[in-house]
C-alpha cells in the first residue's frame, strides 16, 4: 500500500499541507524570465555588473534556476575543466578509506530524513553516499566530517550528483569552509573570534550578558556555521542564505548570527542561561526570509574588517574574545 505523503513545494514532508500556490505567479514568471536572460549573457553580467548580480541575488533566486544560479556562482565549470572531465567517475572507482566508509554509512539516515528524496529506499541516499565517499577520496586529509552531508544533500535537491560534488569542492576551498572541517577543526576556533568580536560590536549589552553567563557560541553555534544554518532556519530562509552565501562569500554567516540574536536582544537581556538556552531553540522562528535577508545586509561589515579580526586571531593580540 502507498504511504499517502504530502509535500511542500521543495519535497520535504510536511503535515497537514494545503495547496502551495503563488498570489504573484505574473511576477514570478517575470522574474524567471529576467533570471533565464542573466544566465544567457552570465559571463558579461558577472564582469561587467557584479553589483547588479548582487542585488537580484538578494531579492532571492527563482526555485526553478536555483541550481544553475548555485552552479555559475560557485565557478564550477571552471572547477571541472581543471580537473578534467572523467575526474569524478575516477573518484567513484577508487576505494575509500574504511573510517571515512564508515562515518559517512553512519550519518546517512540523519540527512535530511524529512525530504522525500533522502528517504530509505529512495534515489538520494544512494546519490549522497557516493558524492561523500568521493569527496573523501578527493581530499584524504579532510575526508569525511559530520555536516558535510546536509551540505551536498541541499544540492543533491537542486542539481545533479557530479555538479553536487563540484559545490562541495567550492564550499571548501573558494569559499574557505575547509578549515571548519579539517582535524582539529582549527576554522571554527577561529570563526568563534569572529562571531564574539561582532556580538560585542554590534550588542555590547547583551554580550556582556551572554559573558557573564559564560554562555559560549560553542555551546550550540558549531553546526549552524558548519551547515550554514541547514540545520537551523526553515527551508525558504535557509535557501535565501544559500543565494547570498554563494554570490557574496563567508561575511554572510557573521551578518545572520549577528541577526539571529538582534530581534531577541531585549528580552534574552532578562534571561537566565537556561532561558536563554531554550529560546536559541526556537529563534530560527523569529524571521520571514526576506526580513532577515533585509536585516542582515542593514548592518555594517566590510570584508576588511573580517580580515581584521583573522589577523588578530592569527597573531593573538586580542585575547578577550577566544573565551570571553
Not at 528524496?117 to 568521493?134: D, H, M, S, V
Not at 535537491?157 to 582549527?186: C, H, T
Request: proline share 4%; hydrophobic share 40%.
Amino acid at each position: 500500500m502507498t504511504e499517502d505523503v504530502k509535500l511542500d513545494k521543495h519535497g520535504f514532508i510536511v503535515q497537514n499541507a494545503t495547496l502551495q500556490k503563488s498570489d504573484h505567479i505574473g511576477r514570478d514568471n517575470a522574474r524567471i524570465l529576467k533570471w533565464e536572460d542573466m544566465l544567457q549573457r552570465w559571463d558579461y553580467n558577472t564582469k561587467r555588473r557584479p553589483t547588479f548580480i548582487k542585488k537580484r541575488v538578494r531579492k532571492g533566486i527563482p526555485d526553478c534556476l536555483r541550481g544553475r544560479v548555485w552552479a555559475e556562482l560557485a565557478q564550477i565549470r571552471q572547477l571541472k575543466s581543471t580537473y578534467g572531465e572523467n575526474y569524478y567517475k575516477t573518484l567513484l572507482e577508487t576505494e575509500t578509506d574504511a573510517i571515512s566508509a564508515e562515518d559517512i554509512m553512519r550519518d546517512i539516515d540523519r540527512t535530511f530524513p524529512e525530504h522525500i528524496l533522502f528517504r530509505e529506499g529512495n534515489l538520494g541516499q544512494p546519490a549522497l553516499i557516493r558524492t561523500l565517499k568521493a569527496y573523501s577520496v578527493h581530499d584524504p586529509e579532510l575526508g569525511y566530517c559530520q555536516g558535510m552531508g546536509f551540505l551536498i544533500a541541499m544540492f543533491l535537491i537542486y542539481m545533479s550528483e557530479e555538479d553536487a560534488f563540484w559545490m562541495l569542492v567550492a564550499v571548501m576551498n573558494k569559499y574557505q569552509m575547509r578549515e571548519l572541517y579539517v582535524p582539529g577543526m582549527p576554522g571554527v576556533y577561529k570563526a568563534f573570534y569572529k562571531i564574539n568580536a561582532l556580538f560585542k560590536h554590534f550588542m555590547p549589552q547583551l554580550w556582556r550578558h551572554f559573558r557573564d553567563l559564560s554562555l559560549l557560541p560553542s555551546m550550540f553555534a558549531p553546526s549552524w556555521i558548519m551547515t550554514l544554518y541547514i540545520t537551523l532556519f526553515p527551508i525558504e530562509v535557509t535557501l535565501r542564505i544559500l543565494d547570498t552565501f554563494f554570490c557574496e562569500g563567508p561575511k554572510v554567516i557573521y551578518r545572520v548570527y549577528i541577526i539571529a540574536f538582534k530581534k531577541a536582544k531585549e528580552e534574552m537581556l532578562s534571561m537566565t542561561l537556561d532561558e536563554i538556552l531554550e529560546r536559541i531553540k526556537t529563534i530560527q522562528s523569529d524571521f520571514a526570509p526576506d526580513e532577515l535577508i533585509k536585516n542582515a545586509f542593514g548592518i555594517s561589515l566590510s570584508r576588511k574588517k573580517l580580515k581584521e579580526l583573522d589577523k588578530e586571531y592569527e597573531t593573538g593580540q586580542n585575547s578577550e574574545f577566544v573565551n570571553w
